[in-house]
């Protein structure tokens, strides 16, 4: 085994060819996923050289292995919450509540990159916060990705992402394909909803959405800063309604209580899209967050069980934290 061990080293190279070699076992070790055997048979070594010279790329410098705290996460705040409502996971960023959306945008934007395994399906919501996570969303996060939009569409507000921008950046970036879903968000009667959900393009789009692997959608605001209202969906008098109902934000569209009830089902069942009871039923389904206008919306989304996975900003994530327990 000595003399196996002596041949072997004495066939690698001893001049700058060795360090090229290292250099490409390396790309190829922690670049492209290989293994030390088809490392092996594509340079003509076997494996305890491949396993050698990894070995001293490591000792020289050549490959540095960094192991990044999640200084940019809270995790007693995470644990926190997923133990308090169940959750599969949580992200929270630290910081103060005047940081804005952006902060907590890239936390799900990395997040969603770091999935495993990939997702081939994942439906998306649209609007300003979900336009940031797109925007933090890296390059070829995905790999042949469908992203399908799991709510209905609103007409254009200034300031907002519209409908289509966000599903396909998500799509783009994910070398995948946008599937739109082409009917208004509520629309005036529960029948005229009924009639378009029957519609076979309009079936086929929610039933790939039911079959998506990932959900990630922002949470909605009520009263006068409401996309919904601001975009004609729903009008004032309707609004006021809602607010005296309890409403404090909304879930694709769901108007919620604190308590995560729908407080107008007749409004809801003009509600085109995904329902909360789809919303249960999905494994990864990832609630987005942040400023404290979100602050009873998402308490109600957690109370309500209507996401399994939260990114939020600290703020957020204590007040949900210090009223879990409101009756």
Sequence with gaps: MKEDIERSTSRLPSDESREHLMVQIARMTYQQDKT????????????????????????????????????????????????????????????PIDQGVDGVAQAAGQYLAQIKPRPQVIGVSWGRTMGAVAHWLPPDWADGVAVVQINGTVAPVPGIAHHNDVAETFARKGKGRMVPLPVPAIVGEKLTREVLEKDRIVADVLKLARSAQVLAFSLGVAGEHSVLMRSGNIQKSEMAG?????????????????????????????????????????????????????????????????VNILVTDEATATYAMEHAHDR
């Design 36 to 95: 030390l055997t088809e490392i092996a048979a594509e340079t003509g070594l076997n494996r305890w050289q491949v396993s050698r010279l990894l070995q001293e790329a490591r000792d020289l410098g050549v490959v540095r292995i960094e192991i990044v705290p999640r200084t940019l996460r809270h995790p007693d705040l995470e644990t926190g919450l997923a133990e308090t409502f169940g959750l599969r996971d949580a992200v929270v960023v630290p910081g």
């Design 242 to 306: 809602l607010l005296r109902a309890g409403a404090v934000g909304d879930v694709l569209g769901h108007f919620i209580n604190r308590r995560g009830e729908i407080v107008d089902p007749e409004l809801d069942a003009r509600t085109i899209g995904l329902s909360v009871a789809d919303l249960r039923q999905r494994d990864r389904v990832i609630g987005i967050a942040a400023g404290q206008d979100k602050h009873e919306v998402t308490l109600g989304a957690l109370k309500a069980g209507l």
